[in-house]
Nanobody, 127 residues
Framework: QVQLVESGGGLVQAGNSLRLSCAAS????????MAWFRQAPGQDREFVGG????????SYGDSVKGRFTISRDNAKNTVYLQMNTLKPEDTAVYYC????????????????????WGQGTQVSVSS
């Protein structure tokens, strides 16, 4: 049974930082590209950032470029999202997702292409 478990969310003031973690189990981690998506109340889920199987390629949504960094540790089956200079508009539930890529090194951005999802972790940023 595949499980993706997010942690690290919380309430922070604008300008501060948070680091989210997503621990994967029940799958062979390294052939999966990993991504973070987020969904604010009343809005569609949006792509935040993704990382290739080896970690050599990353992709980010326009709203977080330069502030957020995605990374992964294949030995620990974990993907991280370092979020700096947080803004109130970053408030959302953040989801971790896995996309089987095998030997392909690209990162896909459409949520429909991601097979496995975590339960989400709430991030709230106060002004």
């Amino acid at each position: 049974q595949v499980q993706l478990v997010e942690s690290g969310g919380g309430l922070v003031q604008a300008g501060n930082s948070l680091r989210l973690s997503c621990a994967a189990s029940g799958l062979t981690f390294s052939p999966y590209a990993m991504a973070w998506f987020r969904q604010a109340p009343g809005q569609d889920r949006e792509f935040v950032g993704g990382i290739s199987t080896s970690g050599g390629s990353t992709s980010y949504g326009d709203s977080v470029k330069g502030r957020f960094t995605i990374s992964r540790d294949n030995a620990k089956n974990t993907v991280y999202l370092q979020m700096n200079t947080l803004k109130p508009e970053d408030t959302a539930v953040y989801y971790c997702a896995a996309d089987f890529r095998g030997l392909q090194s690209n990162v896909r951005v459409a949520e429909s292409q991601y097979t496995y999802w975590g339960q989400g972790t709430q991030v709230s940023v106060s002004s």
